[in-house]
């Protein structure tokens, strides 16, 4: 069954540093999407992507946050200057259709800000 | 906005038990449902969905829940759990119109004793 990679599965920074978290969506899905866990906390939607171009976004996904699909089969997002607050659980997520499509996630990527 | 409530924040039951883990929603829409479940260490994965038709689903590995649209619920249930159930539970809706901004309950973490 095709899946939803994420790269790299744990990333340290320093605060005040970017970070570029990677995903590789399944090759026939049309959607993606960021969402983040914070420990102990619920999921939360941060972006959401479509036709290259942001389709929707949340009030996390301030101006220090950005997305992109570089290539046609990546897609990132970026935290230009990380913050303590942003030590969470990012999972990338795909999807083929816009209207109920259930969502695919990736494994997530630990991102620990010090 | 929509919002998600998962009665249960942490489930103990021996094996061959029942599960019953409650979720709630508000929103005032036509709605899609999706339960989630996360094992240790590993991605979220879709454990069924609903649509529309048969209030009724079955899902992968012997779970089923059930739509309720008078008290918008939708509860997920197992007859006899594993050992393997052992995991976190995310109940999930969005709305009809945009399946990419799912919004998430708390999750419940089911713990199985064999």
């Known amino acids: 069954e095709p899946e939803v990679t994420q790269t790299p599965s744990h990333q340290v920074t320093q605060m005040g540093q970017e970070v570029i978290l990677h995903c590789v969506p399944i090759s026939n899905h049309l959607y993606f999407y960021w969402y983040r866990q914070i420990l102990g906390q619920k999921v939360e939607f941060l972006v959401s992507f479509y036709n290259n171009e942001i389709s929707e976004k949340s009030e996390i996904f301030d101006d220090q946050f950005s997305v992109e699909r570089p290539d046609g089969s990546n897609f990132t997002l970026k935290i230009r200057s990380t913050k303590l607050e942003d030590s969470a659980m990012y999972f990338c997520a795909s999807s083929g259709e816009r209207n109920g499509s259930p969502l695919h996630f990736g494994n997530g990527t630990r991102l620990t800000v010090t | 906005a929509q919002s998600v409530s998962q009665h249960n924040h942490h489930v103990i039951l021996s094996e061959a038990a029942s599960l019953e883990l409650g979720c709630n929603y508000s929103?005032?829409?036509?709605?899609?449902l999706f339960w989630y479940v996360q094992y240790p260490g590993q991605h979220l994965q879709l454990l069924l969905k609903y649509f529309s038709g048969d209030p009724l689903v079955k899902g992968i590995k012997g779970f089923e829940a059930e739509f309720i649209k008078s008290k918008f619920s939708f509860n997920l249930r197992k007859p006899s759990v594993q050992w393997s159930d052992t995991a976190e539970y995310f109940c999930?809706?969005?709305?009809?119109?945009?399946?990419?901004?799912?919004?998430f309950g708390d999750g419940t973490t089911l713990t199985v004793k064999p």
């Open positions: 929103y005032g829409g036509t709605v899609n």
């Open positions: 999930a809706v969005n709305p009809n119109t945009n399946a990419g901004k799912s919004t």
